[in-house]
């Protein structure tokens, strides 16, 4: 065998144990696909996607109370969905409620609240009237994400209204 053929692996066949990551088809669009614009996502008012956003976290609750939080935890998911509803109501998040909204352990939530931050998903601010709490908020960039994921995902946010 020579050394190309050495390196290269078949892709995991359906008798294999497990379907490798590497295996799977990329889901996302090549890089230079033009991506609509914001201008192009349906307007939703902000009440409206924050209304829509805090039903979806209530849905996953429900989910986890039904088959167990364990099985379906996905903490950077929770954290941006209360984060982006956070932004259309206009408040304010603290990194302890951030964690709470996540529903995993703390040292988990602050785990994903530090890679968040490193992506560049949210952003960390001190508060002007106590220097001893830390707000977390969604970066543009991530809310734009979300804005277009939740438009592409339908039109129930305009439905909603």
């Known amino acids: 065998m020579n050394d190309a053929a050495a390196g290269a692996r078949a892709p995991s066949a359906p008798g294999n144990a497990a379907l490798r990551y590497d295996d799977m088809p990329s889901v996302l669009p090549p890089a230079d696909v033009q991506r609509p614009a914001l201008a192009a996502v349906p307007r939703a008012t902000a009440s409206d996607r924050a209304r829509f956003v805090r039903e979806c976290i209530r849905r996953r609750r429900s989910r986890d109370r039904l088959f167990g939080a364990d099985v379906f935890a996905d903490p950077v998911w929770d954290m ?75 039109s129930a946010i305009a439905a909603e209204s």
């Open 80 to 154: 941006l969905l209360d984060l982006y509803a956070a932004h259309y109501e206009q408040q304010h998040v603290s990194v302890s409620s951030l964690c709470i909204a996540a529903a995993v352990p703390a040292t988990t939530a602050l785990r994903s609240a530090r890679i968040m931050v490193e992506r560049g998903w949210a952003i960390r601010t001190r508060d002007r009237h106590d220097a001893r709490r830390i707000h977390v908020r969604l970066s543009d960039e991530a809310r734009e994400k979300l804005d277009l994921y939740f438009a592409d995902t339908g």
